[in-house]
């Protein structure tokens, strides 16, 4: 099944050496979940970064810059999501093609992360959907360790917004590759959809790599989505026409 990734025409860049860095320009039209061959949305698939696979990969980021906007305007939203927000502020987009969604509190058009094994393709049900802020997942976190096929916040890759120590992301076992894209839908609630009228991009530069030494696991347990009932993220209305 590795053949996915050909059928779908995905950019590739891989690592060369475990340390190495790369460097890519993540447009504000890339639709995460398009990583799946049934992902739902418009938008462009997200550029597939290949690796071989080892324990406790770790994944970090020197630079995160560059900004987006959500509904044909200037852009104005920063990599955490925090500026420029319409509407709730908030975004609660559900799972597609295998792939589970995010709600995230006050962020909107954040950069989001995805490991994937290319052998099996993501499809079928989802892992559970990543909360973040209010009572789930903190964003100032130290280190994050994902599933595989379940989307995760990565922002500026700070603990703060342009400010802080870099975070961590540890690739979970089995894991060959890396997307990097956004999580958007009609008024940031839904299923993902509305890309086409994103504007910008971020320029991102990042290292996957054996840690030097233990990393620390999130001190919050994941929430799914049926958990955030009362936090008030699913009565986003539409944005835009249509």
């Known amino acids: ?19 190495a860095s790369t460097s890519l320009s993540v447009q504000a039209t890339t639709n995460i979940f398009k990583a799946s061959a049934t992902g739902g949305g418009d938008g462009i698939v997200p550029t597939a970064v290949g690796f071989s696979p080892a324990a406790g990969l770790v994944l970090t ?35 597609s093609g295998g792939i589970s969604g995010l709600t995230a509190l006050g962020r909107q058009l954040f950069l989001a992360g995805l ?35 379940q989307t995760f916040f990565i922002g500026d890759g700070l603990t703060g917004t342009g400010s802080g120590t870099v975070q961590s992301f540890v690739a979970p076992a089995g894991a060959d590759t890396l997307y990097l894209g956004f999580v958007d839908a009609g008024g940031f609630n839904g299923g993902p959809n509305f890309y086409n009228d994103n504007r910008g991009q971020l320029d991102v530069t990042f290292t996957l790599a054996a840690p030097s030494a233990a990393i ?8 799914s989505l049926a958990a955030l009932g009362g936090l008030g993220l699913l009565g986003a209305r539409s944005r835009r026409k249509g």
């Open 115 to 149: 490991f994937v094994d290319s052998s099996t393709p993501p499809s079928g049900t989802a892992p559970t959907t990543l909360a973040y802020g209010g009572a789930g997942l903190s964003y100032e976190l130290a280190s994050y360790s994902p599933s595989l096929n």
């Open 1 to 19: 099944m590795r053949t996915l990734i050909a059928a779908l025409s995905l950019a590739v860049a891989s690592f060369g050496a475990a340390d």
């Open 61 to 95: 980021f020197s630079s995160i810059t560059g900004l987006t906007d959500c509904c044909s305007g200037t852009p104005d939203m920063n990599a955490d999501g925090t500026t420029g927000l319409v509407f709730s502020g908030n975004s609660s987009v559900t799972s």
């Open 216 to 223: 620390p696991l999130p001190a919050a347990l994941p929430l």
